[in-house]
């Protein structure tokens, strides 16, 4: 059995480290103690389970004998502790399933807030984006992948467990059972002592091999279904967050094929899953049929012979069906251990790409902070992932209240200049200074808008300091949204109810609500009209007239708004000029 769990495709030792690695961060956390405690529990039910199981074996051999010599007492005598067996049976396992639950949700619960903080953390979701690697649809990582991570370990651990103690339970009892048989061989008489044991080892030996050989590709069809499943689902999802731009461009029709090759490719992969299962089942199957008679038949000899009665027989047939279960362990488990292996890999992935962007490539750029309100740009390159040099040796210097333009024609790096000022560009060289606690925010061209009130959405991604719902709604006022003054507690996907223009509008009220010192925006009036535009930059002006701007755009009439301008031309050159 533990040589089958071995031998599964993959099962070597760099998998098994990975493995150990993902699951000893639970069971070594904070939790650890109520972790090991309520395992210890669920081991003792799984124990006691075992031990029943064994009660009920010798029972067997009582009630069929009482069957035999007809004996009316204790007939009734075993039916009575048949019922006492079967009501504990009951209750150990009501209690043995639940903790299990119970355990597993707690798991879940920890690996989730632990995965979710990694993915968050120094913006390793966006970094992911950049770099080529595996690591499709993270969000079905955290949300599917752990769920059932957590199921199948604790279903193998404490399957693997069971199957141990009911082999060691119920190899004794079978060797016991089973006498000695004598063959003729050579000439000769040869004894085989315990020969019921070696013949429930050989079977389960010959069935494991060959479910290992008829189901070995299920590990990497499995691999690919969770991903196409995540594809079709994210390609849906996408339809929904976009639904007026599709509309607008009658998209219904590309959309639909797109739907359709995805889903083509869930089900090429489901039909080569049915197919493997298919012949997997048949054997399998046949395996365990072949179990229900095959031990009353190596069995029968003894019984004919009336070396043994009917309850000896049937006491025999179920201890073989018990050892033969433990060690079929690897047959029974081969779709479970099949799928597992492929979510630890999703798993490992995921975990191995989000460590690779934890740390920018280097040479990377120097992110240092200064005492005084000055941002500096000493030697900045910076690269495209493919390593084209986009900006060449770039110096500049911006103090508190200053403003600078970024312009320049489109793909000629405006806004990944920004992107490498706010440390979330790592394909840069050279040194950037901030000021120490420096207030930053940054307004990008298209705004995120949350789901949940308009507060929340106002004051994304939350304000250092106590906001009044007047301080909210003179802000909103002032930025031309007037009319969603009185919806402040209304909970809507405000992405879909508000317009491009009105969404970069909300954007100016979190720059008047978090007051910053620093205000970065990409394009952030791109959907406005001059007048508004011309509006809004005096507001910011009249409003926060200490706090440095800099700004990404193409239209003209921007400069009039900023002291300084910064012009690309995309090939590493640039142009500062004062204004």
């Given at each position: 059995m533990?040589?089958?769990?071995?031998?599964l495709?993959?099962?070597?030792?760099?998998?098994l480290?990975h493995?150990?690695?993902?699951i000893?961060e639970?069971?070594?956390?904070?939790?650890?103690?109520?972790?090991w405690?309520?395992?210890?529990?669920?081991v003792?039910?799984?124990l006691?389970?075992?031990y029943?199981?064994?009660?009920?074996?010798?029972?067997?051999?009582?009630?069929?004998?009482?069957?035999?010599?007809?004996d009316?007492?204790?007939?009734?005598?075993?039916?009575?502790?048949?019922?006492?067996?079967?009501?504990?049976?009951?209750?150990?396992?009501?209690?043995?399933?639940?903790?299990?639950?119970?355990?597993?949700?707690?798991?879940?619960?920890w690996?989730?807030?632990?995965?979710?903080?990694?993915?968050?953390?120094?913006?390793?979701?966006?970094?992911?984006?950049?770099?080529d690697?595996n690591t499709?649809?993270?969000?079905?990582?955290?949300?599917?992948?752990?769920?059932?991570?957590?199921?199948?370990?604790?279903?193998?651990?404490?399957?693997?467990?069971?199957?141990v103690v009911?082999?060691?339970?119920?190899?004794?009892?079978?060797w016991?059972?089973s006498?000695?048989?004598?063959l003729?061989?050579g000439?000769?008489q040869?004894?085989?002592?315990?020969?019921m044991?070696?013949?429930?080892v050989?079977?389960?030996?010959?069935?494991?091999?060959?479910?290992?050989?008829?189901?070995?590709?299920?590990?990497?069809?499995n691999?690919?279904?969770?991903r196409?499943?995540?594809?079709?689902?994210?390609?849906?999802?996408r339809?929904r967050e976009?639904?007026?731009?599709?509309?607008f461009?009658?998209?219904?029709?590309?959309?639909?094929?797109?739907?359709?090759?995805?889903?083509?490719?869930?089900?090429?992969?489901?039909?080569?899953?049915?197919?493997?299962?298919?012949?997997?089942t048949?054997f399998?199957?046949?395996?365990?049929?072949?179990?229900?008679?095959f031990?009353i038949?190596?069995?029968?000899?003894?019984?004919?012979?009336?070396?043994?009665?009917?309850?000896?027989?049937?006491?025999?047939?179920s201890?073989?069906g018990k050892?033969?279960?433990?060690?079929?362990?690897?047959?029974?488990?081969?779709?479970?251990?099949?799928?597992?292996?492929?979510?630890?890999?999703?798993?490992t992935?995921?975990?191995?790409?989000?460590?690779?962007?934890?740390?920018?490539p280097?040479?990377?750029a120097?992110?240092q902070?200064?005492?005084?309100?000055?941002?500096a740009?000493?030697?900045?390159?910076?690269?495209?992932?493919?390593?084209?040099?986009?900006?060449?040796?770039?110096?500049?210097?911006?103090?508190a209240?200053?403003?600078?333009?970024?312009?320049?024609?489109s793909?000629?790096?405006k806004?990944?200049?920004?992107?490498?000022?706010?440390g979330?560009?790592?394909?840069?060289?050279?040194?950037?200074?901030?000021?120490?606690n420096?207030?930053?925010l940054?307004?990008?061209?298209?705004?995120?808008?949350?789901l949940?009130?308009?507060?929340?959405?106002?004051?994304?991604?939350?304000p250092?300091?106590?906001?009044?719902?007047?301080?909210?709604t003179?802000?909103?006022?002032?930025?031309?949204?007037?009319w969603?003054?009185?919806?402040?507690?209304?909970?809507?996907d405000?992405?879909?109810?508000?317009?491009?223009?009105?969404?970069q509008?909300i954007?100016?009220?979190?720059?008047?609500?978090?007051?910053p010192?620093?205000?970065?925006?990409?394009?952030?009036?791109s959907?406005?009209?001059?007048?508004?535009?011309?509006?809004?930059?005096a507001?910011?002006?009249?409003?926060?007239?200490?706090?440095?701007?800099?700004?990404?755009?193409?239209?003209?009439?921007?400069?009039?708004?900023h002291?300084?301008?910064?012009?690309?031309?995309?090939?590493?050159?640039?142009?500062?000029?004062?204004?």
């Amino acid at each position: 059995m533990l040589k089958g769990l071995v031998y599964l495709s993959g099962l070597n030792r760099n998998f098994l480290k990975h493995t150990w690695e993902i699951i000893r961060e639970y069971w070594c956390s904070e939790e650890k103690w109520r972790a090991w405690g309520l395992l210890a529990v669920i081991v003792t039910l799984n124990l006691g389970h075992v031990y029943i199981l064994v009660l009920i074996n010798q029972w067997y051999n009582r009630f069929y004998n009482a069957l035999q010599n007809f004996d009316k007492d204790e007939f009734f005598s075993a039916l009575g502790e048949f019922s006492l067996l079967a009501g504990i049976f009951i209750i150990v396992a009501v209690y043995e399933l639940y903790l299990q639950q119970m355990l597993e949700i707690k798991w879940r619960r920890w690996m989730t807030q632990n995965y979710l903080s990694s993915w968050l953390k120094n913006q390793t979701y966006y970094r992911l984006q950049l770099i080529d690697n595996n690591t499709d649809n993270p969000d079905q990582r955290i949300s599917e992948d752990l769920r059932l991570f957590t199921n199948y370990t604790l279903r193998l651990a404490l399957g693997l467990l069971k199957s141990v103690v009911t082999l060691g339970s119920f190899i004794a009892i079978l060797w016991q059972l089973s006498g000695a048989l004598t063959l003729p061989f050579g000439g000769q008489q040869l004894t085989i002592y315990g020969y019921m044991v070696w013949v429930a080892v050989l079977y389960a030996i010959i069935g494991t091999w060959l479910t290992h050989k008829i189901g070995k590709p299920l590990v990497k069809l499995n691999f690919n279904q969770q991903r196409y499943e995540a594809d079709f689902r994210f390609s849906l999802v996408r339809l929904r967050e976009n639904c007026e731009s599709i509309a607008f461009y009658g998209g219904e029709a590309r959309e639909g094929q797109s739907f359709m090759i995805r889903f083509g490719h869930v089900l090429d992969n489901f039909w080569k899953i049915m197919q493997r299962q298919k012949q997997l089942t048949w054997f399998t199957s046949g395996y365990g049929q072949i179990a229900i008679i095959f031990p009353i038949l190596v069995a029968a000899p003894r019984y004919f012979a009336k070396e043994i009665q009917l309850g000896g027989l049937l006491q025999t047939a179920s201890a073989f069906g018990k050892v033969q279960d433990a060690l079929s362990f690897f047959v029974d488990s081969y779709p479970l251990l099949a799928e597992w292996k492929s979510v630890v890999d999703r798993l490992t992935g995921f975990i191995g790409n989000m460590h690779k962007v934890s740390e920018p490539p280097q040479p990377s750029a120097v992110m240092q902070t200064a005492s005084v309100p000055v941002l500096a740009v000493t030697g900045l390159n910076i690269n495209l992932p493919d390593g084209r040099r986009i900006l060449t040796e770039l110096n500049l210097s911006l103090t508190a209240g200053e403003s600078l333009l970024v312009a320049g024609p489109s793909g000629s790096g405006k806004s990944t200049l920004l992107r490498t000022l706010s440390g979330l560009w790592p394909y840069a060289q050279g040194c950037i200074t901030l000021p120490e606690n420096g207030n930053f925010l940054f307004l990008p061209q298209k705004s995120y808008l949350p789901l949940g009130t308009l507060r929340d959405t106002l004051l994304y991604p939350g304000p250092k300091r106590q906001v009044s719902d007047e301080e909210i709604t003179q802000a909103m006022s002032l930025c031309k949204l007037d009319w969603l003054k009185n919806h402040l507690d209304r909970i809507e996907d405000w992405s879909h109810v508000l317009s491009l223009g009105e969404q970069q509008r909300i954007a100016f009220v979190r720059a008047l609500i978090h007051k910053p010192e620093w205000l970065f925006m990409d394009e952030a009036t791109s959907a406005l009209d001059e007048p508004t535009e011309r509006v809004l930059y005096a507001l910011l002006r009249e409003q926060l007239p200490g706090t440095a701007m800099v700004s990404v755009g193409h239209r003209n009439t921007l400069n009039s708004y900023h002291q300084k301008k910064l012009t690309l031309d995309g090939a590493g050159n640039w142009r500062l000029l004062n204004l």
